[in-house]
């Protein structure tokens, strides 16, 4: 029976920084590290899998968003070229290509290979991207062990995400149901004004969810045909979630 294992919170230097950077975790050896792609449209609550199933399977949580914003805090003189480049479109409100990411994932192969086990979070997002993720990982004689690909209904995802209000001042998160505030529409920290973003209404949701879908498809069915893709359903408490998460990788392995 596959259980969890409970570990320290995983230090990631050397997949924030790149380069020569390395972090704590790198001479780990667990005896079956685990190396996971996490799928999931927002709203389904990927973020919160990933905190959970880092900590209790000890595999660093390894998310190309977390480079992006990294690299805004690094001097210039510290960031690789790709950083640089990435952030070059970003602030032009371009996405990013294809190649510059895999350059981030690249320069931080070593990551990949760790004995402490990934779980990538936000890469791969095209089946370029994963075709190349697959010659990286063959490089450093590493495979994916499964691809977790967390689904919720639409509705499910609009009342999640429609409910959601953000602080004005210091961006605590609310929920209209599921966290509400002390005082309507009023921060329980700074007691500054709460507000919905534009992004989180119920027509802009549909939107970026039809979006997410005509993108992912393609991986989806890349996955599903190597064997690798195992859908998890994203409804309930982020505790039965992560049970439900650890059973699909324990009906893997048996």
Same mark, same amino acid.
């Given at each position: ?68 914003? +990294? ?9 690789? @070229? ?70 919720? @209904? ?63 498809? @393609? ?18 408490? @982020? ?8 059973? +699909? ?6």
């Amino acid at each position: 029976m596959f259980k969890a294992i409970m570990q320290v919170k995983s230090d990631r230097t050397a997949w924030l920084k790149g380069g020569d950077a390395r972090c704590k975790m790198a001479s780990r050896k667990l005896a079956h590290p685990h190396r996971l792609v996490l799928l999931g449209a927002p709203g389904v609550g990927k973020g919160t899998q990933a905190e959970l199933l880092s900590e209790g399977l000890g595999a660093c949580h390894l998310s190309t968003g977390d480079i992006f914003r +990294a690299a805004k805090t690094l001097d210039a003189c510290d960031r690789t @070229p790709n950083m640089t480049n990435a952030l070059g479109y970003m602030s032009r409100g371009d996405l990013v290509p294809d190649e510059i990411v895999l350059g981030l994932v690249a320069e931080r192969s070593g990551c990949l290979r760790c004995r402490g086990g990934f779980l990538l979070d936000g890469f791969p997002r095209t089946v370029a991207q994963a075709e190349a993720l697959e010659e990286v990982l063959r490089k450093q004689k590493v495979a994916l062990e499964a691809v977790l690909s967390y689904d919720l @209904p639409l509705e499910q995802v609009v009342a999640r995400l429609s409910g959601r209000r953000i602080c004005s001042v210091c961006k605590s998160v609310f929920h209209v149901s599921t966290r509400p505030p002390k005082m309507s529409g009023i921060c329980d920290h700074c007691g500054a004004a709460l507000y919905q973003r534009e992004d989180d209404r119920p027509e802009s949701i549909r939107v970026r969810m039809a979006a997410y879908e005509t993108s992912t498809s @393609p991986l989806s069915e890349f996955y599903r045909s190597k064997g690798l893709l195992v859908s998890v359903s994203a409804e309930g408490t @982020p505790e039965e979630i992560f049970e439900r998460s650890l059973k +699909a990788l324990d009906g893997r392995a048996g």
